[in-house]
């Protein structure tokens, strides 16, 4: 491909021989470019520079693209792609991004901008009073505004991906369900529980099937709350996950332990889900927290210092019967074998939920001491 030197007709009438010069080309997109350079002998020099990136195919060109037209396109063209959440939580960082950096041209992003916006973010309110946002937070918008980047690296608008840099966030476990909490809570569902209200089955003997089968197979709540009951044999106890209803993206086939599917029998109806709740969703985390309340769950807050605590501290949520499930689950199971029942892309994912103290109680019972200083030795 070619370059050429011009100069603009108006300005040649104006000036004459002082015009300046200009530099015109074919981009790989098959647009027409062209700069205005100067000199004669910087407009060669530019010339040769042009055509020598088109012939090494090392052509960047300059993108006019505005974010805020970017982003109409990337919403248009590839969030109606992403499930749900996905697009929920995408939306909200690039919306928390364009209200901190205040975006311009697609050009401006840079590295520079990208650790502008965590420092703001990290330091502004959090969810609960008197706490921060958290780096785990902070982490998962950097994880979708990467994304987003890419995509806009791929349409020619962004010429160089900026870098971006992660907080450091703790390694911690989460709330795991304790067998002694599991029963008191599982009781406390007859006595106490009042919703799901309007279907045939009583509301306790619903909780509880919830309760059992979300400890005994580890699925996520969202997972369970949209399993359709056509998705269940209830002679085999064969139950399906579709790929639409969960993270993986993936249809996955599951049996119920005898105990589960024992439970599940009695909550069978006639709505098309087998967990059907007819109330809005934070209704679900309200009842818990009440049933939770009667069996007497006070959890100490491991935030406690960092935040003013609420009601919802001292509760379980529902993923710590996930958690549950991969800690009681470790020593029963290979490693591959609880990844894929937890359907995890990544195996260090399946390590955070296993019981690594347990582990390393174990190999610390392993480790020489001398006699002398064992317990009852003379």
Excluded at 43 to 48: D, G, I, L, P
Excluded at 205 to 234: C, K, N
């Amino acid at each position: 491909m070619k370059a050429w030197l011009f100069q603009d007709h108006r300005q040649k009438q104006k000036l004459g021989d002082k015009a300046p010069w200009s530099v015109g080309w074919i981009d790989p997109d098959g647009k027409r470019r062209s700069k205005r350079v100067g000199s004669h002998s910087m407009a060669e020099k530019f010339c040769r520079k042009v055509e020598g990136q088109l012939a090494a195919g090392t052509y960047q060109s300059t993108s006019r693209k505005t974010w805020a037209e970017f982003r109409a396109e990337y919403e248009a063209k590839i969030l109606p792609r992403q499930a749900r959440k996905t697009q929920e939580v995408t939306v909200s960082a690039l919306r928390h991004f364009e209200r901190i950096v205040a975006p311009g041209k697609m050009s401006s992003i840079k590295t520079e901008a990208i650790d502008g916006y965590v420092a703001t973010r990290q330091t502004e309110k959090g969810k609960k009073p008197k706490s921060t946002v958290s780096p785990a937070t902070v982490n998962r918008e950097l994880r979708h505004l990467k994304s987003a980047f890419h995509i806009a690296h791929d349409w020619g608008y962004l010429v160089t991906l900026p870098k971006i840099r992660k907080m450091r966030e703790e390694s911690r476990i989460g709330a795991i369900m304790t067998v002694e909490h599991f029963k008191t809570i599982y009781e406390a569902c007859d006595a106490v529980a009042a919703l799901p209200e309007g279907i045939a089955t009583p509301a306790g003997a619903w909780w509880q099937a919830l309760l059992v089968f979300g400890l005994t197979t580890g699925w996520r709540i969202d997972e369970i709350l949209s399993l359709r009951r056509d998705d269940v044999d209830l002679k085999t106890g064969a139950i399906l996950t579709r790929a639409v209803s969960n993270k993986g993206r993936r249809d996955e086939l599951d049996y119920l332990t005898p105990e589960a599917l024992d439970h599940v029998r009695g909550v069978v109806g006639f709505e098309p889900l087998l967990f059907w709740w007819p109330h809005d969703r934070g209704a679900l985390w309200d009842e818990f927290q009440r049933i939770q309340n009667a069996a007497g769950i006070a959890l100490v807050c491991p935030d406690a210092a960092r935040h003013q605590c609420t009601a919802s501290c001292s509760f379980y949520g529902f993923h710590a019967l996930r958690r549950g499930y991969a800690t009681m689950n470790v020593e029963r199971m290979s490693a591959p074998e609880l990844q894929r029942k937890m359907r995890h892309k990544s195996f260090s994912t399946t390590l955070r939920y296993i019981g690594l103290a347990d582990k390393m109680k174990k190999a610390t019972d392993r480790v020489y001491v001398p006699d002398f200083l064992k317990t009852g030795a003379s």
